[in-house]
């Protein structure tokens, strides 16, 4: 295959010249300032000078599959051939794979898109190995690296193992700190894996020690119920000006700042619920000295945003759309925040005595609903209400912007099955795991083509590598605590392209989870600017 791609802008042009060589970097550039564009051009360049062989990408699904039928037909400036290898199919993707091999070396530069759940997979491993084997000096592309920031993961250390049979490595992360200012390590170390050793960090421990703050809790003991000793919870809302991450205890019981904190905690407490003694461990909940943080990895990466790329793009507006909860939902929602149980309606009890569960389900109540406890894929159970105050709401504003296409983001499954009944496929189409990939390319032709006016998603699902110009408005539902997963979200439709400026509004139960949530993130979004570097701007701010 053959193109004439478009011309680089100088901000793309100004890191391919300076960077082409190098065996390996990062491009912690913001969502929307072309990062694959100078990749697939260094990719060629190292081609032509004859120091690469083959190019293989790993990414999340659908995004893997984008890189072979949008990005690099469009970018290529040299001949290549190319395969996005997913588990399904396994004949037609055996014979495709087996020509993509026959490739004759030197002559067009071979592409192989991987997902990164397609690598943990013996098949996946395999087709990588073969075509290692086949073009031995591997230009690797690892997009949407935040997938690699946990260490200790599979994921990561599979990953971590291609990289080492690489020539050359480029990372991609348009958000390389989505939820904990050490998110960097891992994916810098996959870079290379001397990096941190060389700046005095042997081990992860030594760098978390470093930069986070620790505090010790007890977990267990024999007084189960005096949980608000030893379970109190602790989210971040800004730092203070003395480096060090601040936190404020929250009367909700039980938010905890990130999955992993809440997840540590938990496993810690249900390993040692029959201790009598109970047992110490340290979590982090705070961090300290980001400046220097974000010097040290000034020398294998660079980060730039949408203003210093000079892309001028209509602004971002925020606006909260604020309901009540009906009062039998709200009975329920008090209850299960204090107590950490309720029994509804036919004698169902609910329980959610660990930190990361609380939060679910107290959000799940805001929503008007709770799982079935014995028999988590059945219908679940709604709470006691005249009608569902949170769909009543969505349904009052999506009347209010008439015909205009907007894209719903949700948290819950159900969330997503409750609003595609509402509204019916001849006025939306929906992209989450209910939907497969053949479905989700018609479901994302059908809204890009004005056909359908609402694109019912889930960021965990749709949230990466898509350009969804078309609209300009955004609805979150309901949020996760994901920062990585709100700002890929938001920039499917704030880049090149967009003409208009791009609304983002969230629903909030007032007095519940929700502000909680939308506080966290700010937070999150704070230590995230400290660390890569970014100007200062409010985000997220009510308007």
């Known amino acids: ?48 000078a004859r120091q690469i062989d083959g190019a293989i990408v790993i990414a999340p699904n659908m995004v893997h599959r984008n890189w072979i039928t949008d990005e690099i037909p469009k970018h290529s400036p040299i001949s290549w051939q190319g395969l996005d290898w997913h588990s399904s199919r396994a004949k037609a993707q055996d014979r495709a794979l087996a020509r993509l091999l026959e490739t004759k070396r030197g002559i067009d530069l071979p592409w192989l898109a991987i997902t990164y759940d397609g690598l943990l997979t013996p098949r996946g491993r395999q087709a990588v190995l073969d075509f290692v084997a086949r073009f031995p000096r591997v230009f690797l592309v690892i997009d ?28 991609l992360n348009g958000t390389p700190v989505g939820q904990a200012a050490t998110d960097v390590y891992a994916q810098l170390k996959i870079l290379d894996d001397q990096y941190w050793i060389r700046h005095g960090f042997g081990s992860w421990t030594s760098f978390q020690s470093r930069f986070c703050v620790m505090k010790k809790i007890v977990v267990g003991g024999e007084d189960e119920g005096d949980r608000s000793k030893k379970w109190e919870p602790i989210v971040p809302y800004e730092a203070d000006p003395s480096g060090v991450a601040a936190y404020e205890q ?18 810690q407490r249900a390993s040692t619920a029959s201790a009598v003694t109970g047992r110490t461990i340290e979590i982090p909940v705070g961090y300290r000295d980001l400046d220097k943080l974000h010097a040290l990895i000034q020398p ?3 980060r730039l945003t949408k203003e210093q790329a000079g892309l001028n793009l209509p602004p971002k507006l925020y606006q909260r759309l604020v309901f009540e909860l009906a009062p039998e939902q709200r009975a329920v929602y008090d209850k299960l925040r204090k107590e950490y149980m309720v029994e509804l309606e ?21 929503s008007g609903y709770l799982p079935n406890p014995d028999d988590p894929e059945a219908e679940p159970i709604l709470v006691p209400q005249a009608s569902n105050p949170r769909l009543r709401a969505f349904m009052d504003w999506l009347e209010d912007i008439g015909p205009q296409q907007a894209i719903v983001w949700c948290r819950f499954t159900h969330d997503v099955d409750l609003i595609c009944r509402e509204l ?9 795991g209910k939907v497969g990939e053949k479905d989700k390319a018609t479901a994302l032709d059908l809204f890009k083509g004005g056909k359908r006016q609402i694109c019912v998603a889930k960021a965990s699902s749709m949230g990466m590598g898509l350009t969804l110009v078309n609209s300009s408005i955004s609805f979150y539902y309901s949020n996760t605590f994901s920062l990585l997963e709100r700002l890929q979200s938001e920039d499917r439709q704030h880049r090149p392209g967009q003409h208009h400026a791009v609304t983002y509004v969230d629903l909030i139960a007032d007095r519940t989870v929700d502000s909680k949530i939308l506080a966290a993130l700010r937070s999150h979004h704070e230590v995230a600017r400290k660390v890569v570097g970014d100007e200062y701007r409010s985000w997220l701010e009510e308007t």
Not at 424 to 432: E, I, L, Q
């Open 424 to 432: 019916g496929p001849p006025r939306c189409v929906r992209f989450d």
């Open 1 to 48: 295959m053959t193109t004439t791609p478009p011309p680089l802008f100088p901000h793309q042009q100004e890191l391919l010249d300076r960077t082409w060589e190098l065996p390996a970097w990062a491009l912690f550039w913001q969502t929307g300032c072309g990062k694959t564009s100078p990749v697939i051009h260094t990719a060629a360049r190292l081609f032509n």
């Open 300 to 302: 294998i990466s660079s």
């Open 346 to 366: 036919g004698g169902v009890l609910v329980t959610a005595a660990l930190a990361m569960v609380r939060i679910l389900r107290l959000q799940q109540v805001a």
């Open 250 to 267: 929250l009367d909700l019981t039980g938010i905890i700042d990130t999955p992993v904190t809440a997840g540590a905690v938990d496993a």
């Open 144 to 171: 949407e690296a935040a997938r690699v920031k946990n260490p200790e993961a599979t994921r990561t250390k599979k990953v971590a193992a291609l990289r080492r049979l690489a020539s050359h490595v480029r990372l």
